[in-house]
């Protein structure tokens, strides 16, 4: 399924397959949108600018925002709980 998701670093919206969590243009984190991909190529190209707009203001972007409510059970969240446990191992036998 495909996702809109807004870069804070490049100031961009990116159409992306899954729940994606860093910018494929500068590998900032993303923070995905509620808007439908129909919804945003409904939109001619001075409501995208101005939607774009609205998500560089932080204010803005969290009410625009959603969060996956499944990431919980996602791979890469596993796999960052499991980095962040092996990390405090290694640091509490150092």
Not at 34 to 54: G, H, L, P, T, W
Not at 67 to 86: D, I
Request: a neutral charge.
């Amino acid at each position: 399924m495909m996702y809109m998701h807004y870069c804070r670093g490049c100031h961009r919206t990116h159409l992306l397959n899954g729940h994606k969590q860093f910018c494929p243009k500068c590998s900032e984190p993303l923070t995905e949108l509620r808007i439908s991909y129909m919804d945003y190529v409904n939109m001619d190209m001075e409501e995208r600018e101005a939607f774009k707009e609205r998500c560089a203001d932080e204010q803005q972007l969290a009410e625009l925002s959603t969060t996956y409510r499944m990431f919980k059970y996602s791979k890469w969240y596993k796999e960052s709980l499991k980095n962040e446990h092996s990390e405090r191992i290694n640091a509490v036998n150092s």
